[in-house]
């Protein structure tokens, strides 16, 4: 079944030539098109596409903006901001907002296209020069031991996603608390599940929707 897919960005030139790219791939069908935000919620409410791919500079309602009230009225429609902006607000206001991705129009074709196969998964997926900068803004223990206590997360547990979320690799994890790193990969494995997210990148936009103060 092939992933439906809206197209919403202001550039009329711009949404021709996603259109022409993603008909390159047979597992894509494009769905409709918007020039605004307030269009792209009215056209995900009457198409009902699997994805939204969604500028963040568009008038009448910006991507922000949209993807709110698409996340709240279509919550199975999942949002894809595709932007040339490498701000790392922008990135997190999108992931406070609800999308499931973001990718920066610079990327290659087939990072775009394995972006929307991820989110159309259910997946949460980000560029990875930029998943470094954000896991490396969520490390505030405090908070994060009332939160993990909530998701029931053991003090172990708890250690990993901390350091984890300040963008630490499995080998320095296991340096830093003494253990091997196969240990850590089961700690990890385990935290994921707990918190119900699929990877790091997701264990960081959980982070960022439940811990006080990660954003500021």
């Known amino acids: ?65 949209a993807t709110t009230e698409i996340t709240r009225e279509v919550p199975s429609a999942r949002v894809l901001v595709l932007t040339v902006s490498t701000e790392d607000e922008h990135l997190k206001e999108t992931l406070r907002r609800g999308a499931a991705g973001y990718q920066l129009k610079s990327s290659p074709s087939d990072s775009l296209f394995q972006a929307i196969r991820e989110v159309a998964r259910g997946e949460t997926t980000v560029p990875g020069t930029m998943a470094g900068r954000i896991l490396a803004t969520f490390g505030l223990p405090p908070e994060m031991r009332g ?62 929707r439940h811990l006080e103060g990660t954003g500021d």
Not at 51 to 65: K, R, T, Y
Not at 147 to 156: D, F, H, I, Q, T
Request: overall charge negative.
């Open 1 to 65: 079944m092939a992933i439906r897919i809206l197209l919403a960005d202001d550039h009329a030139l711009v949404r021709q030539g996603i259109r022409e790219l993603l008909s390159s791939q047979p597992e894509f069908e494009v769905v409709g098109e918007a020039a605004t935000g307030a269009d792209a919620l009215a056209q995900t409410i009457e198409t009902r596409p699997d994805v939204v791919l969604l500028d963040i500079h568009m008038p009448s309602g910006d991507g922000l903006w």
């Open 147 to 208: 939160a993990g206590r909530e998701a029931g997360l053991s003090a172990r547990e708890q250690d990993v996603l901390r350091l984890l979320s300040r963008g630490q690799t499995n080998r320095e994890i296991a340096e830093a608390l003494e253990i091997s790193e196969n240990t850590v990969k089961a700690h990890l494995k385990s935290v994921l599940r707990k918190l119900g997210v699929s990877n790091r990148v997701e264990a960081a936009g959980w982070a960022l």
